[in-house]
């Protein structure tokens, strides 16, 4: 038998809307007491002074980017979910544009299998999703029936991760996944309108000299997807929202009661294209980050419910592959050992955020996106949390980080607050 006591720990539960310090009992990877004040059991018992730290569910990560199988040298699988856990993300949804794609069950199941025979752990559950086009090219449809029978296997559901340019697709799409009941995600993005842009439009991208994407690259697309959804009545994920004006059209939508959820990223939080002006190839993105409204709007976004949740799109490249001019750099950044930590201390320490708030938008609410239980701290549950050290200094550097990869605006900075402990039913 294998068991923990924390001792007066700050138990929040979003599930719940529990906030409250207590003392909890790990058995054997189930909760088995929680309350004010437990006893020391009798037998063999590991005791942590949790005094100062918080226990929260596992989080769960919407989409981000698996460089293997495709490009190891970024990233290995081991390495990625390493990562996952050592950012507090016990659900971790990946996209499906590796190299082979996702697009056959044979490749979800290599995948899969490849991650049960790693020997790290604990490890996070890999949450895949399938292509809805053949190699992720917008073109053609995979057999999507024969995709969604995987669902059992923890498919997070439909996607190409990348914009889908013809609207004649994209309606055919929705009308056939309808009565398969899997989640879908589409990223709202006209290209043609975006075209070369590295930056959100606005006066400051004209001040750097950049190539400004118009917010119409975005809500044009958004707006025409909008309409499908009304037409289709298909349940649809909004992926990677980054204005203002998106922003008002899904609330708009939402109050007619459209069958819509919407994402945005951390990166889009905490930075806009002001912080652009440094010319760090670490802030070129995918969508790019938006202006300092768009980023006030996506803020409140995410505390009202209106973006349901915050996902990481956690995209590492070689020191060779970002080290480069602002204009050349490829966009994305990794994020899933940061993101907590960082969003933590910019919203809820400085009170803007409640913990409550800030769980919900990555662990509650994009389970829910996925039509997935959520992870409870409740007696009698199996145990998916993390413990978290608000008060933790530590420097992001390549021997604090699982990933080998070094793109971010955090390198060489230190965090406060940091991870220190993930139970995965293994006690």
């Given amino acids: 038998m294998v068991s923990t006591l924390l001792q007066q720990v700050r138990l929040l539960d979003p599930s719940s809307q529990l906030d409250q310090v207590t003392d909890v009992l790990?058995?054997?990877?189930?909760?088995?007491?929680?309350?004010?004040?437990?006893?020391?059991?009798?037998?063999?018992?590991?005791i942590i002074d949790a005094t100062g730290k918080l226990l929260a569910p596992g989080l769960v990560d919407l989409y981000s980017h698996s460089s293997d199988p495709g490009h190891e040298s970024r990233e290995t699988l081991a390495e990625l979910m390493a990562g996952a856990i050592a950012g507090g993300f016990t659900r971790l949804g990946i996209l499906p544009n590796t190299r082979p794609a996702l697009d056959h069950p044979g490749?979800?199941?290599?995948?899969?299998?490849?991650?049960?025979?790693?020997?790290?752990?604990?490890?996070?559950y890999l949450l895949p999703w399938a292509a809805l086009t053949q190699q992720t090219q917008g073109e053609k449809m995979t057999e999507l029936a024969e995709l969604v029978q995987m669902r059992s296997l923890s498919l997070a559901g439909?996607?190409?991760?990348?914009?889908?340019?013809?609207?004649?697709?994209v309606r055919r799409l929705l009308e056939y996944v309808k009565p398969l009941n899997c989640p879908v995600a589409l990223w709202p993005c006209d290209q043609a309108l975006a075209g070369d842009?590295?930056?959100?439009?606005?006066?400051?991208?004209?001040?750097?000299?950049?190539?400004?994407?118009?917010?119409a690259a975005?809500?044009?697309?958004?707006?025409?997807?909008?309409?499908?959804?009304?037409?289709?009545?298909?349940?649809?994920?909004?992926?990677?929202?980054?204005?203002?004006?998106?922003?008002?059209?899904?609330?708009?939508?939402?109050?007619?009661?459209?069958?819509?959820?919407?994402s945005t990223t951390w990166m889009h939080l905490l930075f806009s294209t002001?912080?652009?002006?440094?010319?760090?190839?670490?802030?070129?993105?995918?969508?790019?980050?938006?202006?300092?409204?768009?980023?006030?709007?996506?803020?409140?976004?995410?505390?009202?419910?209106?973006i349901d949740a915050i996902a990481i799109d956690h995209t590492p490249y070689t020191y060779e592959e970002k080290t480069v001019a602002f204009q050349d750099a490829p966009p994305g950044v990794i994020g899933l050992e940061l993101a907590f930590a960082a969003l933590w201390q910019r919203f809820v320490t400085a009170e803007q955020w409640t913990a409550l708030e800030l769980l919900q938008a990555l662990s509650l609410r994009p389970a829910q996106c996925l039509d997935?239980?959520?992870?409870?701290?409740?007696?009698?549950?199996?145990?998916?949390?993390?413990?978290?050290?608000?008060?933790?200094?530590?420097?992001?550097?390549?021997?604090?980080?699982?990933?080998?990869?070094?793109?971010?605006p955090f390198w060489g900075q230190s965090l406060q607050g940091k991870v220190v402990r993930v139970w995965m039913g293994d006690g």
């Fill in 26 to 46: 790990i058995v054997d990877g189930v909760f088995q007491a929680i309350a004010p004040h437990l006893p020391v059991p009798s037998d063999a018992v590991e």
């Fill in 107 to 124: 490749t979800l199941r290599h995948l899969l299998d490849r991650a049960c025979e790693l020997p790290t752990k604990p490890q996070p």
């Fill in 158 to 169: 439909l996607a190409d991760g990348c914009p889908l340019t013809n609207p004649v697709l």
């Fill in 197 to 215: 842009s590295i930056a959100r439009d606005g006066a400051l991208t004209l001040m750097a000299g950049l190539t400004g994407s118009p917010v």
């Fill in 218 to 262: 975005e809500t044009a697309a958004l707006a025409a997807l909008l309409e499908l959804v009304r037409e289709t009545g298909t349940p649809v994920h909004l992926m990677r929202i980054s204005t203002e004006r998106s922003v008002e059209l899904i609330a708009q939508a939402q109050a007619t009661g459209l069958p819509i959820t919407a």
């Fill in 274 to 306: 002001q912080d652009v002006l440094s010319y760090d190839p670490n802030l070129r993105l995918a969508p790019p980050l938006g202006n300092p409204s768009d980023q006030a709007a996506l803020i409140e976004g995410v505390k009202t419910g209106v």
């Fill in 372 to 408: 997935i239980p959520s992870s409870r701290l409740t007696t009698g549950q199996p145990v998916e949390a993390f413990l978290f050290d608000p008060e933790l200094v530590w420097p992001v550097a390549k021997d604090t980080l699982r990933s080998p990869a070094m793109n971010t």
